[in-house]
């Protein structure tokens, strides 16, 4: 009976610790995401300029690129462990706080400037005119169109992956982890590329459906690449997942995780 209480408080603190990683990632993901860098500056190389849709593309990526791999990866842990219902909780969840960092962050733009603040930052580090509060607005108040497409991008993501993962999972069992993680999250994020860019810059803006393509396959051949080469790191996370819980009491979560659907 103790060891039993034991056990559940492991399970608690790990899938509270997991939801934590998800949610913060997520939503610094999101915050981050208004950045655009070049990943080939970044690494010193040329211009990639990958014919693509009949256009020369280069690697510009959101900075939010950095953080969405956790995010997946956690997803799949979480899947593998608590089920599809554990995973789309802390979705609702997460979408549910990403809406309200946006809505947070609209009204903090629309506060007036203290003068003095407006004073002390108004030149740059090369001595140039600067005005932070308009830096301040154009950095995080991007549009409704950026917001809804990520909110619509990410739950259609989450659901596709968890149920993909569930899916493959009743078919292979134990075996082949890096398949159900690696093919639901190709499948999941070559929807998740194309349906935020259609819906903040094709309904909400003004690209053609051309572009959308183009920038849509850059950046799905970015996030495949990257759920191939986290492989390992799934692998690593479940050795120590199951040393912390113990081995029989890890694969007991599992098997109801992939039968039942919740271990909650």
Same mark, same amino acid.
């Given at each position: ?63 939010? @690129? ?32 990403? @809406? ?31 005005n932070i509060n308009e830096a301040f607005f154009r950095i995080f108040n991007q549009g409704l169109g ?57 309904v909400f803006g003004n690209w053609d459906l051309k572009q959308i393509f183009s920038v849509g396959s850059i950046n799905y051949l970015y996030k495949g690449c990257i759920a191939i080469l ?35």
């Amino acid at each position: 009976m103790v060891q039993q209480s034991v056990s559940e408080q492991k399970r608690q603190r790990l899938f509270l610790l997991l939801c934590g990683i998800f949610l913060t990632n997520a939503l610094i993901a999101e915050i981050i995401g208004m950045k655009i860098f070049s990943v080939e500056t970044l690494l010193g190389l040329p211009p990639a300029q990958l014919l693509i849709g009949g256009e020369k593309l280069d690697f510009n990526m959101t900075a939010g @690129v950095v953080n969405w791999p956790v995010v997946f990866i956690t997803s799949d842990i979480i899947n593998e462990y608590f089920g599809t219902k554990g995973v789309k909780r802390i979705s609702y969840l997460t979408a549910g706080f990403i @809406v309200y960092t946006f809505i947070t962050i609209y009204f903090a733009t629309q506060l007036p400037p203290a003068k003095f603040w407006l004073d002390i930052n108004s030149t740059d580090a090369n001595g140039n005119p600067f005005n932070i509060n308009e830096a301040f607005f154009r950095i995080f108040n991007q549009g409704l169109g950026i917001m809804i497409g990520s909110i619509v991008a990410f739950l259609l993501g989450q659901i596709l992956d968890v149920s993909i993962f569930a899916w493959l999972r009743r078919r292979t069992g134990s075996k082949y982890i890096w398949l159900r993680a690696t093919g639901s999250t190709m499948f999941s994020q070559l929807v998740d590329s194309f349906v935020v860019l259609t819906i903040a810059f094709y309904v909400f803006g003004n690209w053609d459906l051309k572009q959308i393509f183009s920038v849509g396959s850059i950046n799905y051949l970015y996030k495949g690449c990257i759920a191939i080469l986290l492989t390992p790191v799934l692998y690593i996370a479940h050795y120590f997942i199951d040393q912390y819980l113990g081995k029989d009491y890890a694969e007991q979560l599992s098997h109801h995780a992939a039968h039942d659907g919740e271990v909650l």
